[in-house]
């Protein structure tokens, strides 16, 4: 017999499958009227290597890939790489490379490592976006969205170091310092380019509606995220200050949802850098004070969600609307944000939860205005709790006993005769700021000329090449680009005078909006891909990838096909969505290593049997030198080497799996005691690497054991268990075909009289109903389930143990079919056993099975078997079996006649195709 060996099987299916040109996408023509699946994993970044956590996003696009071409279709499952960005020029600081050097190199190595994984890639249309051949589309398409006006310049905020000289990227800033210099970052306005993304709000909302193949989730952080509130903005007037007086404004406009609670107003309050704020500050020192307080607390909205409300009274009073004999106080409070609706609100403590908050502290009144329905106005109070949902008006004069929907028209009916307001539509959606002070990402093609202004670089010179030329180091940080000696000087496109170039590049957010639509043509020169290619592509059947970039990423790419479909670029999709379906994976978790507890156990490298397929069992050597310590069992080794590989250091040796390099370089071990389960990452020293992996256990083990274990929405958890499980499946189906030394019957055969009947008849209904759910399963992203399924189905196999005819055609049956519902998640162990089991050409494109729909149809029911209520078993029995034969095998079942031992049975009562039911004592 021959054990099962991945080291030769695994290159050799993957030359076969490389030869043979299987992985290409067909065009249009060829394809000869298959459909389509476009199946896409969101490109991974080039940041160095590969590990077993990333892998898991790759193999559920790869199985969903190879089971539709299996299912006929006409597949394109490209890849790509998100090349550009901060690590590189990191790197090239800290490391002396060049960003262009080490993205490539890392391009290469991880290239190398996703091939190693068998996946079904149409290598062909390798992309990578800092390649000009990619990048020069992009300033074209740069170009026609600014003559289309979605493009345009505006002065923003951006993080300032005074020390660096140079902008700061928001994850450059670390607890309000330069990540850097370590000085107080400031902020500063600068002229940036901007994306005119709100010019589709309307749309990029509805059409959420339509994407009924998003999980739910990501499709309400979309709506949150483009926020459409509608309300009203009008004005308070400030009291004791004129239209055109010498004291600055004399109003304030408010944005609100809730006009309909204006007469519970008990303040007014501005955002830290409205310009009434600033102008206050400048007198009075706490309001000063105030705005540093509240900058430092962070700016995002989460952060300000977080923080304790506070503020500052500015002296200022504004009269009511509704009534100029009531005049409100004016705050500077730290929870209005500069950057929505007006900088500034009503405070409103009985109906809104920061109003309440606010007012609590700084002892505002809290006035109720909406009573609950079904509340009594005598005794309802909102003094501890605030009451935010509809109602009906109260205490409110002429909105009394309107309810809140027909209030709030009627006090923007009053606001509007009163010249104050207006109804608006508010949205959160911002437009896109693209603007990067950075060399390593996309250069914009603009031109700044003193006579002309800013000027389009014509189209005939893309691309504006990245020069290589460039230094980086810590005496001169900011950008490259700017200090260039020649690079950005040129003459203007207009006038021909001297000019310079925009030394700003693109926000890699834009390399990874349309770089799945260049996947339709990724090698065309003259246009960013044919329309018609595009059109038929387009949009991607299914996306797979991390829910973080739920909201960016994916608004970023429905703005792009807009985009392009208005500037004529695309032509379908017709509704500029570009993912039909979405899938977000969880990830791949382990334990960390935290506390080391020293001990000299030395760990001989002649304690290793170099031939032993299966490495040591390390984790239990662990175990026993943490209990003679005291510690906790839990625990890993950390081996330290002499040198691995031209690397001398030390490797977390997960679970005690060796390499056997490194069994032959070990020099001592150290125990960590685990610490929390958490996210592979390399910054946790949680890591486990595929190569290395791959070289221990092959690709079909990582790529079978990160979808087995838990649902693929959810996290796994890496273990040594589940990676021995994977192996031994993998072991055992190969010994099962072996074993079975014969080829097997094709779905054309006709099966001999006696496999209807018995339990050949069993494995081959089992068989057939694995085909069904499988492919249902995987249909549905049920990975996990399917994988169940053939464990039972292997199972089932290896119990049939016949030597007859009838026994040999229904295992080789199931082997058969076996092999073929493994083979989009262990594509190499399926071929090899699919060869040996004399299958014809290769099984990767082979048809799918097709379920025999008489031997599929369940004519059998599973009927649970308690006992005094507690479920003891069950038991499979004919559809409508008599009562007697039922009571008699669940009375027979092994644990159920074990559990009842030395009881006596009062009653079984069966109910019929459901339950038994026994009672005992
Ligand atoms: C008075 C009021 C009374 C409000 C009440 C709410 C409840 P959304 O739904 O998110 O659009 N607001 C307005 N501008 C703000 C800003 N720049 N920063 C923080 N909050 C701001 O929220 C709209 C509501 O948020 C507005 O309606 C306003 O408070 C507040 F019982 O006005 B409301
Ligand atoms: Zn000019």
């Given at each position: 017999m021959s054990r099962y060996n991945h080291r030769e099987v695994e290159p050799k299916w993957r030359a076969r499958w490389a030869a043979a040109g299987i992985d290409r996408a067909l065009s249009p023509e060829e394809a000869n009227g298959k459909p389509k699946a476009y199946v896409l994993e969101m490109f991974p970044y080039p940041s160095g290597r590969i590990h077993v956590g990333h892998s898991r996003n790759y193999t559920m696009g790869d199985v969903v890939a190879r089971f539709r071409r299996s299912n006929g279709y006409n597949v394109l499952h490209p890849m790509g790489w998100d090349a550009f960005g901060l690590p590189a020029e990191n790197a090239a600081i800290e490391k002396n490379v060049h960003p262009k050097g080490w993205t490539y190199d890392n391009i290469d190595a991880m290239r190398e490592q996703l091939k190693l994984l068998g996946l079904?890639?149409?290598?062909?249309?390798e992309i990578a976006t800092c390649d000009a051949s990619y990048y020069k589309h992009q300033q074209a398409i740069f170009l026609a969205f600014w003559r289309k006006g979605l493009v345009y310049r505006k002065k923003q905020k951006v993080n300032w170091d005074p020390v660096d000289n140079t902008v700061l990227a928001n994850e450059q800033v670390v607890d309000g310092k330069?990540?850097?210099?370590?000085a107080p970052v400031e902020t500063r306005e600068l002229e940036q380019w901007m994306f005119r993304v709100t010019a589709y709000a309307e749309d990029l909302l509805t059409a959420i509606g339509g994407?009924?193949?998003?999980p739910d989730k990501v499709r309400l952080m979309q709506s949150n995220w483009i926020g459409k509130s509608q309300g009203a903005r009008f004005k308070f007037d400030i009291v004791d200050r004129e239209p055109g007086g010498t004291s600055g404004e004399h109003q304030i406009e408010v944005f609100t949802?809730?006009?309909?609670t204006l007469f519970g107003a008990s303040f007014v309050a501005l955002a830290a850098d409205h310009p009434l704020t600033k102008q206050a500050a400048i007198e009075n020192a706490d309001v000063a004070e105030f705005i540093t307080r509240a900058q430092s607390l962070g700016t995002s909205e989460a952060d300000i969600e977080k923080a304790e409300k506070f503020g500052v009274d500015l002296g200022l009073r504004v009269k009511h609307p509704f009534d100029p004999s009531w005049e409100l106080p004016v705050w500077a409070a730290n929870f209005v944000l500069s950057q929505y609706g007006t900088g500034a609100l009503f405070g409103c403590p009985g109906h809104d939860e920061r109003d309440h908050a606010f007012a609590s502290t700084y002892k505002l009144p809290i006035i109720p205005v909406v009573l609950p329905n079904g509340e009594d106005a005598a005794t309802f109070s909102v003094a501890d709790k605030p009451y935010t949902d509809d109602g009906v008006a109260y205490n409110s004069r002429f909105l009394d006993g309107l309810g809140s929907r027909a209030a709030i028209a009627r006090a923007v009916e009053e606001l509007v005769k009163l010249g104050a307001g207006e109804a608006t539509t508010q949205w959160r959606l911002r437009d896109w700021g693209?603007?990067?002070?950075?060399?390593w990402g996309c250069p914009i093609p603009a031109i700044h000329c003193e006579k002309c202004g800013v000027v389009p670089v014509p189209e005939s010179d893309l691309p504006i090449a990245l020069p290589d030329d460039v230094t980086f180091d810590r005496e001169h940080p900011g950008n490259p680009l700017d200090r260039h000696p020649t690079w950005k000087h040129t003459a203007c496109p207009t006038c021909g005078g001297k000019a310079t170039r925009e030394t700003d590049t693109l926000d890699t957010f834009v390399d990874s909006s349309w770089y799945f639509a260049r996947f339709t043509d990724p090698k065309n020169e003259t246009s960013p891909f044919d329309q018609k290619k595009a059109a038929y592509w387009l949009p991607v059947d299914q996306y797979v990838g991390g829910v973080e970039h739920a909201v960016l990423h994916l608004l970023y790419s429905r703005f792009f096909t807009r985009g392009l479909r208005d500037c004529g670029y695309l032509e379908g999709p017709a509704n500029g969505e570009p993912f039909a379906s979405l899938f977000t994976q969880g990830m791949v978790v382990h334990e960390t290593y935290r506390e080391v507890v020293p001990f000299t156990h030395n760990y001989a490298a002649t304690d290793f049997s170099k031939d032993d397929p299966l490495p040591p069992d390390e984790p239990s050597r662990a175990r026993s030198v943490a209990e003679a310590l005291g510690k906790s069992p839990h625990s890993a080794v950390v081996l330290e080497f002499d040198s691995v590989a031209g690397a001398s250091g030390t490797r977390v040796a997960m679970g005690g799996w060796l390499l056997p390099e490194e069994r032959e370089s070990l020099k001592a071990g150290r125990l960590y005691l685990t610490g929390d389960i958490e996210k592979m990452s390399k910054s946790k020293k949680n890591v486990v690497d595929l190569s290395e992996f791959i070289t221990d256990f092959g690709a079909d083990v990582a790529r079978w054991f990160v979808l087995s274990d838990s649902p693929p929405e959810r996290d796994v958890e890496w273990t040594a268990a589940g990676v021995k499980g994977a192996w031994g499946f993998v072991q055992r189906v190969w010994t099962l075909v072996d074993a079975h030394g014969k080829p097997a019957p094709k779905a054309t055969d006709t099966p001999p009289?006696?496999?209807?009947?018995g339990e050949s008849l069993a494995l081959r209904q089992l068989a057939h109903r694995a085909i069904q759910s499988v492919t249902d399963d995987i249909e549905h992203f049920r990975f996990n389930v399917a994988i169940a399924r053939c464990y039972e189905l292997v199972n089932a196999i290896a119990k049939l143990k016949g030597d007859d005819e009838a026994s040999i055609y229904a295992r080789g049956e199931a082997l058969r079919i076996l092999a073929q519902l493994i083979s989009p998640y262990m594509p190499h162990l399926a071929e090899e056993c699919w060869e040996t089991l004399g299958g014809e050409g290769l099984l990767a494109i082979a048809p799918w099975p097709v379920a025999d729909p008489q031997l599929a149809a369940r004519n059998s029911v599973t009927l649970p078997i308690q006992v005094n209520g507690k479920k003891r078993g069950e038991i499979e029995a004919p559809k409508g079996a008599p009562e007697a034969d039922v009571r008699e095998m669940a009375l027979k079942h092994p644990s159920v006649a074990q559990f009842l031992e030395g009881q006596t049975v009062r009653k079984v009562i069966v109910v019929a195709d459901r339950i038994v039911n026994i009672v005992a004592n």
């Open positions: 079904a890639i149409d290598w062909s249309r330069g990540w850097r210099s370590g994407l009924d193949k998003w949802t809730r006009p309909d693209v603007s990067r002070q950075r060399y009289n006696r496999a209807a009947e």
